[in-house]
């Protein structure tokens, strides 16, 4: 009976001389889902993703991709993967590079290059009455194009398992976008796609479930739904007839009752301190004569709990760095 995970990872540690990049750490990604390996650079993400992909072996532990051990060759052609390192051979042209690729995945020469063509005129590399950068070499194209040549081509063999190493790096905001609906129409065909990231957005946007880590541990995992109804909220959004003043924005500028002093503005999201209670601070602006539209507890997004159980270093910084 197959397994209902796509990748099952157990106890697994990696040390690199006197520094452990990955600590104990265990996960399951359930198939059919888009999986979110979060965390700032150099916490581990990399690192567990090549392990992953068998190209490095973990000191400790074990490994399952498609409910077998990693290092079964038979997964090989199952799995699509796109590296945070890119390399493609910069001398050839883009559809003799892909043609390759896609015969490393036992693809047969017969049909590769119209499905070449299709994936080339889906992300604008081939187009009517446009260039057809197909045919150009690699090093003629800017970033952005190579990273979507080499995105292609983990996809090229339509893998049941996608494995993006910050896939978002580099690309302007229409090719991101591109790359997002692409990782979404997979999920919606029953592929698993696993994506690390420190952009926390990115990860809200179009994970089902998330993995955060730091400093080589997993810090929490689980759904987002889950993620964020475990982090109890004590964010208020407000909205005001007109900017409050007076008793009310002494209220809000409270250290008891309001982490963060606020400026007067309709529109506010303040944090409420342990003990503060939200119905006295609601009461509380009623009675001070406020005119309130609305008053409304949220739920933490990723990038705060993010904030919250790890810090600031490395989240939506855009530096690469070894993970």
């Given at each position: 009976?197959?397994?209902?995970?796509?990748?099952?990872?157990?106890?697994?540690?990696?040390?690199?001389?006197?520094?452990?990049?990955?600590?104990?750490?265990?996960?399951?990604?359930?198939?059919?889902?888009?999986?979110?390996?979060?965390?700032?650079?150099?916490?581990?993400?990399?690192?567990?993703?090549?392990?992953?992909?068998?190209?490095?072996?973990?000191?400790?532990?074990?490994?399952?991709?498609?409910?077998?051990?990693?290092?079964?060759?038979?997964?090989?052609?199952?799995?699509?993967?796109?590296?945070?390192?890119?390399?493609?051979?910069?001398?050839?042209?883009?559809?003799?590079?892909l043609r390759f690729l896609g015969r490393l995945k036992?693809?047969?020469?017969?049909?590769?290059?119209?499905?070449?063509?299709?994936?080339?005129?889906?992300?604008?590399?081939?187009?009517?009455?446009?260039?057809?950068?197909?045919?150009?070499?690699?090093?003629?194209?800017?970033?952005?194009?190579?990273?979507?040549?080499?995105?292609?081509?983990?996809?090229?063999?339509?893998?049941?398992?996608?494995?993006?190493?910050?896939?978002?790096?580099?690309?302007?905001?229409?090719?991101?976008?591109?790359?997002?609906?692409?990782?979404?129409?997979?999920?919606?065909?029953?592929?698993?796609?696993?994506?690390?990231?420190?952009?926390?957005?990115?990860?809200?946007?179009?994970?089902?479930?998330?993995?955060?880590?730091?400093?080589?541990?997993?810090?929490?995992?689980?759904?987002?739904?889950?993620?964020?109804?475990?982090?109890?909220?004590?964010?208020?959004?407000?909205?005001?007839?007109?900017?409050?003043?007076?008793?009310?924005?002494?209220?809000?500028?409270?250290?008891?009752?309001?982490?963060?002093?606020?400026?007067?503005?309709?529109?506010?999201?303040?944090?409420?301190?342990?003990?503060?209670?939200?119905?006295?601070?609601?009461?509380g602006l009623l009675a001070s004569g406020a005119r309130?539209?609305?008053?409304?507890?949220?739920?933490?997004?990723?990038?705060?709990?993010?904030?919250?159980?790890?810090?600031?270093?490395?989240?939506?910084?855009?530096?690469?760095?070894?993970?």
């Open positions: 009976m197959p397994s209902h995970y796509a990748i099952e990872i157990i106890g697994v540690q990696k040390r690199y001389e006197a520094h452990v990049a990955v600590r104990d750490l265990s996960l399951r990604v359930p198939r059919g889902t888009v999986y979110g390996l979060l965390g700032p650079n150099g916490a581990g993400k990399t690192s567990t993703i090549r392990m992953i992909m068998n190209i490095i072996a973990p000191d400790a532990g074990e490994i399952r991709v498609l409910g077998v051990s990693s290092s079964d060759p038979s997964i090989a052609d199952r799995v699509g993967y796109l590296p945070e390192e890119r390399g493609l051979y910069r001398k050839m042209r883009v559809r003799e590079v036992s693809l047969p020469k017969a049909g590769l290059d119209a499905r070449i063509d299709g994936w080339l005129e889906r992300f604008q590399l081939r187009g009517a009455g446009g260039t057809d950068w197909g045919r150009a070499r690699v090093d003629e194209l800017s970033r952005g194009m190579q990273q979507k040549v080499q995105f292609i081509g983990a996809l090229l063999h339509d893998p049941e398992l996608v494995i993006l190493d910050e896939p978002f790096s580099g690309l302007d905001p229409v090719n991101a976008q591109a790359l997002k609906d692409t990782v979404l129409e997979l999920r919606a065909r029953g592929r698993t796609v696993i994506f690390s990231t420190h952009v926390m957005e990115n990860a809200e946007r179009m994970c089902d479930a998330v993995c955060i880590i730091a400093r080589g541990e997993k810090v929490l995992d689980g759904t987002v739904s889950d993620v964020r109804a475990a982090h109890a909220s004590r964010i208020v959004r407000l909205v005001f007839e007109a900017p409050p003043e007076g008793a009310a924005m002494a209220l809000l500028q409270d250290r008891n009752m309001v982490v963060h002093g606020v400026e007067p503005s309709r529109h506010l999201e303040v944090e409420l301190t342990a003990s503060a209670d939200p119905q006295r601070l609601l009461a309130i539209e609305r008053f409304e507890l949220v739920r933490p997004s990723l990038h705060r709990i993010f904030l919250e159980r790890v810090g600031a270093d490395g989240v939506e910084t855009g530096l690469s760095g070894h993970g």
